[in-house]
């Protein structure tokens, strides 16, 4: 079972969701709803809308939406159920005790399952490190600097030369080879079976946001390869959605991140006192993980190796940074590698003295762009000149832009008013800083008909629940029954038995009726589905023609039954109907006349 409609309305109309979200996004106020940047794509211009009078979010960018469940499902990976929880404990109400069976329960009790094989796994390996077989892997933890302190603090461990004997110890603690295999603790083959994903490595627990070990990396001991391997994704671990050591610099004080690229170099600086670093796993800089950081602070220090790929790599990652809302630096260590070299050789007040000279990333970004023309040919100075305005362009606020501008031309020498013109003739030409190839939509060609009749379905929907009004002219005419989508069928039953018992539609009831995150967005994105209209007459002509779609559909779907449910007579209604509407004699309206 699953908790009750009304446990769960009570929870959601007792929750603010503009002050939940408000955590997360910074929020304005727009008329009766609030604007702000998307938590779950990259924009410059605010998209993502908060109605406190539905209860609701929706981006009109990634068309992503639902109610405050599920924003925090969405938002921090939290299951339904833990996402209710939350927002009961916050608002005082307990929650029954329930015994939930099917797919849902099923999936959540995987999760906790994997949660723990994860757990056992890290312990083991703590275990096995400290064991004479481990010796070998603790030496080269000593070798490197690491304290007791900082070893047991981040759970590091050893994973043996023996292949399966991780493997053979979870079997013993009762644990099926099902569940190991999603685990992506091990591999599998048809003649050996099971063996250990991880051996002769010094191993590395991943953690989520709230500490719970989700994955493990491990660093080969010897000249074996890969030098460093990654848990594969599973149900819980996603590479490009976490953070290594995120659960440990999200209680820092400092007004910034430290951003490097591996293990050893968050684990090195956080023993020196900079616990406010974190790394990517194994991949550059994704969205997600800039997203993921925007939760947690709005300043962000690229500490890369001061090598050509390190710099590659901060100038990928700024652009990301930026588009997220958080403004970067680019921290330099040369003549050092990395922080593990720079800070046992200056120490850690050195090291901090270079975060502190830390530079902005756009006029590194600049500072790198220069190292590719020869300022003393006029040709290359003035292409430079230009590739410069055209990377303003990407800032869109006036004096944001007018400071780099101004930065830029002292920095380089250039006539200050000669490229704010250029610039300023670029964006009159609409040159865009960088261009971005739209998304396919995925639909083949034999499918548009099909789409273009579940748009007026979802159409005739969104219309019903922003005009509760217009219901009582076509309840007699058109039930749920008439929509053929799935999923339009699946909401229109609530919507409306809503819309007839109480007059008003709820649209935040009618999302969480669905426990997947998934759906409940597609729930969301179906009533924010509209067409471009001006004025009331042309709306209510829409609406007409929305109709009239949804019933010819209808009668369409209906005729080429199978005969047994075909009502003839009905059928025949419909059609008059529709002749009616097409002849312009029967119109509706979607405000009282």
Request: with cysteine; net charge positive.
């Amino acid at each position: 079972m699953r908790y009750s409609e009304e446990t769960i309305q009570e929870v959601i109309s007792r929750t603010n969701i503009v002050e939940v979200i408000g955590q997360y996004v910074q929020l304005k106020r727009s008329g009766s709803n609030y604007v702000g940047l998307c938590p779950f794509h990259s924009e410059k211009t605010p998209s993502f809308s908060v109605s406190p009078s539905k209860q609701m979010y929706y981006c009109f960018g990634c068309h992503q939406g639902g109610n405050v469940i599920t924003f925090l499902m969405e938002y921090n990976n939290y299951t339904f159920k833990e996402a209710l929880t939350v927002l009961a404990e916050r608002a005082g109400i307990p929650l029954p005790e329930i015994h939930e069976t099917g797919a849902d329960r099923e999936r959540e009790d995987k999760r906790t399952v994997l949660l723990e094989i994860n757990k056992k796994a890290a312990a083991y390996y703590f275990y096995k490190l400290r064991s004479q077989a481990g010796q070998k892997g603790l030496d080269y933890l000593k070798k490197r600097g690491l304290t007791d302190w900082t070893i047991q603090h981040f759970g590091l461990g050893y994973s043996d030369s023996f292949g399966d004997s991780l493997y053979r110890y979870l079997k013993k603690e009762g644990y099926s080879d099902q569940l190991l295999n999603e685990s992506g603790l091990f591999l599998t083959n048809e003649k050996k079976g099971f063996s250990d994903k991880f051996w002769n490595r010094v191993i590395y627990p991943i953690m989520d946001s709230r500490g719970r070990v989700i994955g493990f990396g491990g660093r080969v001991m010897g000249d074996g390869k890969p030098k460093y391997l990654n848990s594969p994704e599973t149900m819980i671990f996603n590479k490009r959605k976490n953070l290594y050591a995120l659960n440990y610099a999200r209680a820092t004080r400092k007004a910034y991140f430290i951003l490097c690229e591996g293990y050893m170099d968050v684990i090195t600086m956080h023993q020196a006192g900079f616990t406010n670093a974190v790394a990517s796993l194994g991949t550059a800089l994704t969205e997600e993980q800039a997203n993921l950081l925007r939760r947690f602070t709005r300043e962000v220090l690229l500490l890369y190796d001061s090598d050509n790929a390190g710099t590659m790599a901060a100038l990928r990652a700024a652009p990301i940074l930026r588009n997220a809302g958080i403004n970067s630096r680019v921290v330099r260590l040369d003549p050092y590698k990395d922080p593990d070299e720079f800070i046992k050789a200056e120490g850690a007040e050195a090291f901090q003295q270079r975060l502190d000279q830390a530079q902005n990333a756009f006029i590194f970004e600049m500072d790198q762009l220069k190292t590719h023309y020869r300022m003393d040919d006029p040709a290359e100075k003035t292409e430079f000149q230009h590739e410069i305005a055209r990377k303003l362009t990407a800032f869109t606020e006036t004096l944001e832009r007018e400071n780099y501008l101004e930065a830029l031309s002292a920095r380089f020498g250039f006539d200050r008013e000669g490229l704010k013109k250029l610039v300023n003739r670029l964006f009159a030409q609409g040159t865009p800083a960088a261009t971005y190839q739209r998304p396919k939509s995925g639909m083949e060609k034999g499918q548009k008909k099909e789409s273009g009749l579940v748009t007026s379905q979802k159409l005739l929907m969104t219309y019903l629940a922003n005009n509760p009004e217009a219901y009582p002219q076509i309840r007699e005419i058109i039930s749920p029954e008439d929509f053929t989508d799935q999923l339009c069928r699946t909401i229109a039953e609530p919507l409306f038995r809503q819309l007839r018992e109480t007059g008003k539609a709820n649209e935040a009831a009618l999302t969480a009726q669905f426990q997947d995150a998934r759906m409940q967005s597609e729930c969301a994105a179906l009533f924010h589905t509209y067409v471009p209209v001006s004025g009331q007459a042309e709306l209510d002509r829409a609406f007409t023609e929305t109709v009239m779609k949804v019933l010819k559909n209808s009668a369409d779907s209906s005729r080429q039954g199978d005969g047994q449910t075909f009502d003839l007579q009905k059928f025949i209604e419909k059609k008059k109907l529709i002749e009616l509407i097409e002849s312009g004699k029967k119109t509706f309206h979607l405000k009282e006349v």
